[in-house]
């Protein structure tokens, strides 16, 4: 159990000298694994009688693998001559796997020689199988050696010669090769003869798009975007060879030459292209648009859902190609027409008399190919209106985004697709329904709801899932609406959906927010009838606390922050309601000169800039670090900084992350001082609070800075070796007696060398001088190797008495804290929830969590009466991010909790509180004990009553 710290900590902080004969040294040796090294399988090969044998040895070489460094050639030339000597294909196969196994997992392999070898036993093979895994292994061992140029061409070579083979296997492997390994130079070194042997390769790449088999046209074309994805530039000479290989019959041909053809008409937009006509003529990126659109309507589902993902990442496209999509008439079928001069000069030139009336009124009709009838429209023509219909959920889900995508840049085709994705509301599979409402909150700055497609989207309101509740709430947040009447509908339709939902409040607040802001002008008129102001008469009071009332005033007050007008027409309860919102919700309630705000408008909104904070903290903190001061004075000092940090943090949230952490810190530094005066010795309950508040101080603030965190790790180092004091001291002679240390002495000196190996660490990061107390524990932890813990703990008691008192670190006004609010279930419920005692009964919880770094790391914790608790992890669907603020600038993220806590007792005569929290696991890493919790929130308090389970009928 001794501390194994650094040499740089040993030689830093061991100052004692010995004059006496040196100590004994330790030499560890590793010894060798007995059983588990592959070498001894591989000289088992030579005694196998039948391939079968030998391929199950095989098998547990490659199970294992585990070489000494000695080894491992002498296992690689065992391989090589079983392969020349084995006549089954599937054992040589196997060898040609383990070379590749044992070039990325064994260090010590010389991956030169094993390529040489491999290309070696591949070059007179005869089976297809075992050239093909030769080829596969060539391409791995290559990866690991790209940047040697001379033996990339050497491997490229042997692609070359081994792509005349018959099997599709081995061609395939030699494009993937030839692709993926051959030496492309940086841009900027390129010359005309590299460039001309890269287009050499390239071309070699695009023969073999036309070969019989499939596979090896799928990978032909694959090459192709593999070296594009490298750095070469595809040539525009292979967009006509893609635009043939979209009639494949085979999917997966038709699949990568779409990618293609998408990549060469993104590459080359302004690039003409003749149609078949020999007339018409048409932008690339046109053309490409369109050949794309009719693999909307191919046989193959994973075809039509690539098509419709390329169409939204398709730029610059013409308006009128756009706008077809959504339309299944044909434009002419894409032709240009002729005008009628055109077409009377076409009959001239036919040369053919019949009865004079016209020219060629009896001429035979031009012959037409069979491949040019289409049956079915082609072309651009309703491509999102066949994608949005499709019968598979992909190819819809793929649709709506390329159509949000597509409306992002063009407005045009945002207000043109606007119905169709209204109509996806009501689609069967929820997730579409999503995508469909999460595409048109992202298009709403292009787009104005009208009174038809508002019944279809309020309608949607009624959607059983909170999910889809809560997206539309967003969307109609971030729309605009054309009328006094559509806005009215919004309102009426939410309010009513609230009584049905009421766990939807939070959310419909926030749409009501943004609503009120956006529609100021159409807000006004209906302000008389939502308050329920009478020009005559008094109406009566309504209840604040209505969630369909406070709804209405955030409408109105948000409103009101964009129209002064409506400031008139607020009654004098409406005012008052507004100073109690403004106080409980200042976050949904804007400011406004009205009531007692009026006389303090003076006031910024801002609060205290950052110079006045930090002046504020150098006056609080301005003695505490003064070591001329007397201890008592000092802690004096310490108090009363702590309580004006505390207020601080009370009257200013903004900064109520640096002052919780100064408070906490001076609150830290009293609690161990009046424990280590303690007559008795440090107390249980005093140092278990002190740890809890010293993992506050490690794990649950953000932006604190090296330098403050190497002093949190400094008074953590206290705590823990007070809590080894206080362990050892009532272990009943843990360390002197024969029954030798107790449990708890053994594990509290574990997290003192684990606390001490991680200060270590962080006072080298943070470049600060250790205090007099961690160099005198760092001298403690070298002496020896077998420190008890009850001679460690004699040794560090009269360090911490005489250690001076921790200096508080300068705070800084970028630290924030991760903290979280409950939302569900209500502090001040007078439910109680019954079940069978030995079943368990789930409560529902809803909870914030703001500025957490980790979100795997949240634990719900449930405490029972009987001091039984247990410490729940949210399964991850049920962590969600906050629709209004997800992310924050120091890398933290706040996440929405949605959960059920499963809660289990036996049968109880009354029923009792059982505490609910939210809480971060911390994982210390100093033993096998459960990761301890820190605290985000208060407890919420679930009264619970079991049932004794029925006997009989």
């Known amino acids: 159990m001794a501390a194994l710290l650094k040499k740089r900590a040993l030689a830093e902080y061991n100052k004692s000298f010995q004059d006496g004969p040196p100590s004994k040294k330790l030499h560890i040796v590793k010894k060798p694994l007995i059983g588990s090294s592959a070498a001894a399988f591989v000289g088992l090969l030579e005694k196998c009688k039948s391939s079968e044998e030998a391929l199950q040895l095989l098998l547990r070489i490659s199970d294992c693998l585990q070489f000494q460094e000695s080894d491992v050639e002498e296992a690689i030339k065992k391989l090589s001559e079983h ?175 779409l990618k293609l053809v998408w990549l060469l008409g993104n590459k080359y937009p302004e690039n003409t292209i003749t149609m078949s006509d020999g007339e018409t003529k048409m932008r690339m990126v046109d053309d490409a648009f369109i050949r794309i659109c009719s693999a909307v309507n191919d046989l193959c589902m994973q075809v039509r859902a690539l098509a419709c993902s390329l169409l939204g990442t398709t730029r610059g496209v013409s308006d009128r190609f756009l706008l077809q999509t959504l339309d299944k008439q044909l434009m002419s079928n894409m032709k240009r027409k002729r005008t009628a001069h055109e077409r009377g000069a076409e009959l001239v030139r036919s040369g053919a008399w019949a009865s004079g009336r016209r020219w060629a009124d009896d001429a035979p009709g031009q012959l037409v190919e069979t491949h040019a009838v289409q049956l079915l429209p082609g072309g651009a023509a309703g491509a999102f209106v066949h994608g949005l219909e499709d019968e598979l959920m992909e190819v819809r889900t793929a649709a709506v985004d390329a159509v949000c995508q597509l409306s992002m840049e063009n407005a045009v085709f945002a207000t043109t697709s606007l119905d169709f994705l209204v109509d996806m509301f009501n689609d069967e599979i929820e997730d579409v329904r999503l995508r469909a409402i999460d595409s048109l909150t992202r298009i709403a700055h292009h787009i104005v709801l009208r009174e038809d497609q508002l019944e279809t989207i309020l309608g949607a309101l009624e959607d059983f899932s909170m999910d889809v509740r809560e997206g539309l709430h967003r969307m109609l947040g971030a729309c605009s609406v054309s009328s006094k009447t559509c806005l009215e509908m919004c309102i009426d339709k939410i309010l009513e959906n609230l009584k049905r939902y009421p766990q939807d409040k939070r959310s419909t607040f926030r749409c009501m927010q943004r609503m009120g802001g956006a529609h100021a002008s159409l807000v006004l008129p209906l302000t008389a009838r939502l308050l329920a102001v009478h020009p005559f008469f008094h109406m009566p009071e309504p209840d604040v606390e209505d969630p369909a009332y406070m709804c209405v005033l955030i409408l109105t007050l948000n409103a009101a922050a964009k129209c ?40 910024s909104e801002a609060g205290l800039d950052d110079s006045a904070v930090r002046r504020f903290f150098a006056t609080v903190l301005r003695h505490t670090d003064n070591s001329a001061l007397s201890p008592r004075v000092r802690l004096a000092m310490l108090r009363a900084a702590e309580e004006q940090l505390d207020r601080l943090a009370e009257m200013e949230p903004l900064f109520a992350g640096a002052a919780v952490f100064s408070a906490l810190f001076a609150r830290c530094v009293r609690a161990l001082h009046g424990a280590l005066a303690a007559p008795a010795g440090p107390p249980a309950h005093a140092l278990s609070a002190l740890a809890q508040d010293t993992l506050r101080l490690q794990h649950q603030f953000s932006g604190v800075t090296e330098q403050a965190r190497a002093c949190v790790g400094q008074l953590a180092l206290r705590v823990t070796a007070a809590r080894l004091c206080a362990a050892a001291g009532g272990g009943g002679g843990g360390g002197g007696g024969g029954g030798g240390p107790a449990p708890a002495a053994l594990s509290a000196q574990a997290a003192l060398t684990h606390q001490a190996e991680l200060l270590d660490r962080q006072l080298a990061a943070a470049g600060v001088e250790p205090d007099p107390f961690t160099i005198g524990v760092f001298q403690q932890l070298s002496l020896g190797a077998d420190n008890k813990p009850l001679a460690l703990a004699r040794a560090l008691l009269p360090l911490l008495h005489a250690a001076p008192l921790p200096v508080i670190p300068p705070p800084s006004v970028d630290i924030r804290m991760c903290t979280a609010t409950i939302i569900e279930p209500a502090s001040d419920s007078d439910t109680v929830l019954r079940f069978s005692a030995g079943l368990a009964g789930g409560a529902a919880l809803e909870a914030e969590v703001l500025r957490v770094r980790d979100p795997a790391a949240l634990r719900v914790r449930v405490a029972y009466p009987d001091r039984q608790a247990h410490a729940l992890a949210p399964p991850r669907d049920h962590l969600r991010p906050l629709d209004h603020h997800t992310t924050n600038d120091d890398g933290t993220v706040n996440v929405r909790l949605l959960t059920k806590v499963l809660i289990s007792h036996g049968v109880w005569t009354e029923s009792c509180g059982v505490d609910v929290s939210v809480c971060l696991a911390v994982d210390e890493g100093a033993g096998r004990d459960a990761a301890p919790l820190v605290d985000l929130c208060r407890p919420v308090r679930i009264t619970v009553a079991p049932k004794p389970i029925k006997r009989g009928l």
């Open 83 to 257: 392969f020349q000597s084995e006549e089954d294909s599937v054992v040589r196969v196997k060898i040609l796997w383990l070379f590749c196994d044992i070039g990325l997992e064994c260090p010590v392999a010389n991956l030169n020689n094993l390529i040489d070898l491999t290309t070696l036993l591949i070059k007179n093979e005869t089976s297809h199988k075992v050239i093909a895994q030769g080829l596969a292994t060539l391409l791995k061992l290559g990866g690991k050696l790209s940047e040697d140029k001379i033996l990339m061409m050497r491997l490229v070579s042997v692609a070359r010669e081994n792509l005349k083979d018959t099997s599709h296997q081995v061609k395939c492997r030699c494009l993937q090769l030839i692709s993926e390994l051959y030496p492309l130079c940086p841009e900027m070194d390129r010359t005309l003869e590299t460039i001309a042997e890269a287009d050499a390769v390239v071309k070699l790449l695009a023969e073999y798009s036309n070969a019989e088999d499939a596979r090896v046209r799928c990978e032909a074309f694959q090459s192709l975007l593999t070296f594009h994805e490298r750095g070469h530039v595809l040539s525009a000479v292979h967009y006509e060879q893609a635009c043939q290989a979209l009639s494949d019959d085979y999917e997966i041909v038709r699949e990568v030459a």
């Open 564 to 603: 002064t007008t409506m400031l008139p027409l607020f009654e004098e309860h409406t005012i008052k309601h507004y100073t109690y919102l403004r106080d409980t919700m200042p976050h949904l309630v804007p400011h406004l000169p009205i009531g007692e705000a009026k006389l303090t408008s003076v006031k």
